[in-house]
């Protein structure tokens, strides 16, 4: 309802100050805006382009986790759940090789927030500069030597008259670029980290994947359900609301506990125990409505493929090490050190 629940001011709570976000971000806009914005990035996620994928992110995921079979402790953030979602959002995008490590660190680095603050640092602001800089050097060699890749596409679509017209500017493109690099790579990683953590905690689980690959698709639903990486979103009101009970404002901030909603039993029986088996119709991991998640075909055909290729190669793992990350609105792990 975002004639209520207003996005343009902002959806992570201490970035916003009751004035509307600046930022020309998809998730920071209400339609009609965001609609726009919305139906050209779209032409960006066709099913068939993201099916088109499935045997390079097997390969991508093949090339990290085969150099490991051997190895008795890992890190397998390090080493294999921070590499895949990058490699494959560059692989879209079109950032070459030697360019994916510096954008991953710099996507990192804008999310990192120091222990006891909510607010980005100054290392993690000066690595937005690093990343708005290397973006808008690509959209000007795009547009000067276009490629076959999703910032040429971008650059080059157009709306029809019938629904507004016109092209995305360069600062709509940096934008997006920018919100794919990060929001695009850092959830994945999460949700993968998230899900290793918890086949371990239940090995019945774990089994059942190992001899059924094929549940691995309804497994990434129950993860997202279960601990998701995106756990609250956040709004501004619009007009006064009253819900249970509450009486709110207008102009009051209000967080969206999505994360808590996958463990509500009147929606899932039994929902603080993981089963790769469970049947979930509806789950909010990737959000509802207008702002529903653009990448979230991807993101489940990269997390469904990680999950089997990891499981093909390391059945039997134990936890021995587990790193937090800290940042205000993404949950998941930093480190994961496995042993086998």
């Not at 609609?35 to 993201?50: C, D, G, M, Q, W």
């Not at 994945?188 to 918890?198: C, D, E, P, R, S």
Request: hydrophobic letters at 40%; a negative charge; aromatic letters at 8%.
């Amino acid at each position: 309802d975002f004639e209520t629940y207003s996005s343009a001011y902002g959806t992570v709570l201490e970035l916003m100050n009751g004035e509307p976000f600046e930022a020309p971000m998809i998730i920071f806009m209400d339609p009609p805006r965001q609609t726009r914005v919305r139906n050209l990035v779209s032409k960006a996620f066709t099913p068939r382009r993201i099916s088109e994928l499935e045997p390079k992110i097997r390969a991508i995921a093949a090339g990290y986790l085969d150099p490991l079979v051997g190895a008795s402790r890992v890190d397998i953030v390090k080493e294999f759940t921070a590499k895949l979602p990058m490699d494959v959002i560059s692989t879209l995008l079109g950032i070459p090789e030697g360019d994916r490590d510096p954008v991953r660190n710099a996507s990192n680095r804008i999310l990192h927030r120091e222990p006891g603050s909510p607010l980005p640092g100054p290392d993690g602001l000066a690595a937005q500069g690093e990343l708005m800089e290397y973006f808008d050097a690509a959209i000007a060699e795009r547009r000067a030597r276009p490629r076959d890749d999703i910032m040429t596409l971008l650059i080059e679509a157009d709306l029809p008259a019938s629904d507004g017209g016109g092209q995305l500017d360069d600062i709509e493109l940096r934008a997006f670029f920018n919100l794919l690099a990060t929001a695009g790579n850092e959830t994945v990683t999460k949700l993968l980290a998230t899900a290793f953590y918890w086949l371990a905690e239940f090995p019945g689980e774990r089994q059942a994947l190992i001899d059924e690959p094929g549940l691995a698709a309804g497994a990434v639903e129950e993860f997202l359900r279960f601990d998701p990486p995106s756990h609250y979103q956040a709004r501004t009101l619009t007009r006064p609301v009253s819900l249970h009970g509450i009486e709110m404002p207008k102009g009051a901030r209000v967080a969206i506990i999505n994360g808590a909603s996958g463990r509500d039993p009147r929606q899932f029986e039994e929902p603080d125990r993981l089963d790769v088996r469970r049947e979930i119709d509806l789950h909010l991991g990737f959000g509802f409505g207008r702002h529903v998640c653009l990448g979230a075909s991807l993101a489940r055909l990269e997390s469904r493929i990680a999950l089997v290729e990891f499981l093909a190669r390391f059945p039997a793992y134990e936890v021995t090490g587990v790193e937090r990350m800290h940042s205000s609105n993404v949950r998941g792990l930093s480190g994961l050190t496995l042993q086998y």
